[in-house]
């Protein structure tokens, strides 16, 4: 049984920063690729950032530069760091984990596994 619990969401001003977090239990390993999927109210879901079981990262055009995707194997922990946030990234934010090695920005329901979601609030 995998479970993904995410945390560190919150309202902030456009500009300022967020990290997010997901800790992973059950058999999710290193070799597995994990990412973070987001979806905004009235719009559809979209993946924002892939971390895959080589360490290889791959982002959205959009949030490229502001965001960065890491993990700690050791804690089987998933970070977002976001920087320099905007009101259009104000949306619920997903963890997500598959059992493959490379996963694909595209996806967006095609994962194993995805947490309940935290939300980010971003003003203006």
């Known amino acids: 049984q995998v479970q993904l619990v995410e945390s560190g969401g919150g309202s902030v001003q456009a500009g300022g920063s967020l990290r997010l977090s997901c800790a992973a239990s059950?058999?999710?390993?290193?070799?597995?690729?994990m990412g973070w999927v987001r979806q905004a109210p009235g719009k559809e879901r979209e993946g924002v950032a892939v971390?895959?079981?080589?360490?290889?990262?791959s982002y959205a055009e959009i949030v490229k530069g502001r965001f960065t995707i890491s993990r700690d194997n050791a804690k089987n922990t998933l970070y977002l760091e976001m920087n320099n946030l905007k009101p259009e990234d104000t949306a619920m934010y997903y963890c997500?984990?598959?059992?493959?090695?490379?996963?694909?920005?595209?996806?967006?329901?095609?994962?194993?596994?995805r947490g309940q979601g935290t939300q980010v609030i971003v003003s203006s």
């Open positions: 059950g058999s999710v390993y290193a070799r597995h690729c």
């Open positions: 971390i895959n079981g080589d360490g290889s990262r």
């Open positions: 997500a984990a598959d059992r493959s090695f490379i996963c694909q920005l595209s996806w967006t329901s095609a994962y194993d596994y």
